[in-house]
């Protein structure tokens, strides 16, 4: 199903117009569900998007890659309290058998906690690439979605 859009993205602190994209979450889902390599699926959606007319401009491909970050970080969500629950059942039988190891919960929490300033200063770092100019914006959406995606595959169900 083609879902129509409306993004505002804002580049250089001024609001672009909203724009209609058509966006679908299926390439990616398709992708994921051929049993493919996940890595090969980050971005495929957005491209669909981009190769549009609406998603061809700078503000369009903002839009389209900022509609599959949603998609990949809904998953990141979805695998992070998944592996949260898994953390804190291994803690308790590990409490119950008397053992000190160290608590997963805490360490996947840490982890998590790192990783999104490291996610961000990243990025940022990307678009600074860019030297001000539009394709900024879109660069620093795309390392978003891509580093958001790998974290969501790091986390999901195929790693455990």
């Known amino acids: ?5 409306t993004f505002a993205l804002t580049i250089s602190g001024a ?3 909203a724009q209609d994209l058509p966006y679908s979450d299926a390439a990616t889902l398709n992708c994921l569900q051929s049993g493919a390599d996940a890595n090969a699926c980050i971005g495929l959606s957005a491209q669909m998007c981009m190769n549009t007319p609406q998603g061809g401009s700078t503000v369009g491909m903002g839009g389209c890659l900022n509609a ?3 998609f990949w970080d809904a998953r990141l969500n979805v695998n992070y309290q998944a592996r949260m629950v898994e953390a804190k059942r291994t803690d308790a ?3 119950e058998l008397g053992s000190s190891a160290p608590s997963q919960a805490e360490a996947l929490r840490s982890m998590q906690r ?3 300033p ?3 200063a990243s990025c940022a770092w990307q678009a600074s690439q860019w030297g001000g100019g539009t394709g ?3 660069a620093y959406v795309a390392c978003l979605l891509d ?3 790998d974290q969501s595959i790091t986390l999901g169900p195929q790693n455990r």
Request: net charge neutral; no cysteine.
């Open 1 to 5: 199903m083609i879902k129509t859009l």
């Open 136 to 138: 900024g914006g879109p």
């Open 93 to 95: 039988e590990m409490r």
């Open 114 to 116: 790192a990783w999104i």
């Open 15 to 17: 609001a672009a117009l």
């Open 147 to 149: 580093l958001t995606a």
């Open 118 to 120: 490291f996610r961000d």
């Open 68 to 70: 599959e970050l949603s």
